[in-house]
């Protein structure tokens, strides 16, 4: 129905809709008229918002109002760093306002984790699982809470961990992470642009 009024869909899902178009709020009121025929009813929750969608289930919505809402796996949990968290939302909003701004971001974040001086934006915080008690170390038994970076990611049968900025970080690793969300922001932003 909504591609049939001129709409395109950008994420669904068993209890939700999100779509562009240039009357959206006229596809709605249709599309609600419609489906009162089978007592079936919506209800608008968001409109004149931004939307990436990056994975099924997995998006960032930018309301009106200045909220920023994530969702999956890709955008949040307790495994995500702040540049995930923070950086990449922030990020993509300057990519839909000015693009030579948002590579101007990018390149300082570039440096900035080249130059070692990054660690608290790619630090995670977790709980040590039972089975995670020889990745980390044993100075830390299963449930303690533990903010690190990785400083060697897996060599030989350990990942040797940074427990603060002055320990530094691999940098090489984080690197290739970096330039791995900033491929996949693009491809998905300035694709729809």
Not at 155 to 165: D, R, Y
Request: hydrophobic letters at 35%; glycine letters at 6%.
């Amino acid at each position: 129905f909504i591609e049939q009024h001129g709409g395109k869909i950008v994420e669904c899902d068993t209890d939700g809709i999100f779509y562009t178009a240039t009357d959206g709020e006229a596809i709605f009121d249709a599309l609600s008229e419609y489906l009162k025929q089978i007592n079936f009813s919506i209800e608008l929750e968001v409109k004149n918002a931004t939307m990436l969608a990056s994975h099924k289930k997995n998006y960032i919505l930018y309301l009106d109002n200045g909220k920023v809402i994530r969702k999956g796996s890709v955008w949040r949990g307790r495994d995500k760093n702040r540049l995930v968290r923070e950086w990449a939302p922030a990020y993509i909003k300057k990519l839909s306002e000015n693009v030579d701004e948002a590579l101007k971001m990018e390149n300082e974040m570039r440096e900035l984790i080249s130059s070692g001086k990054a660690w608290h934006w790619l630090a995670v915080t977790k709980n040590v699982a039972k089975n995670e008690t020889s990745l980390l170390s044993k100075e830390f038994k299963a449930g303690d809470k533990v903010r690190f970076c990785y400083k060697l990611k897996k060599t030989g049968k350990h990942t040797q961990i940074s427990l603060s900025p002055e320990q530094g970080y691999d940098i090489k690793h984080y690197l290739v992470e970096f330039e791995k969300l900033v491929r996949l922001i693009k491809s998905i932003a300035l694709k729809t642009r």
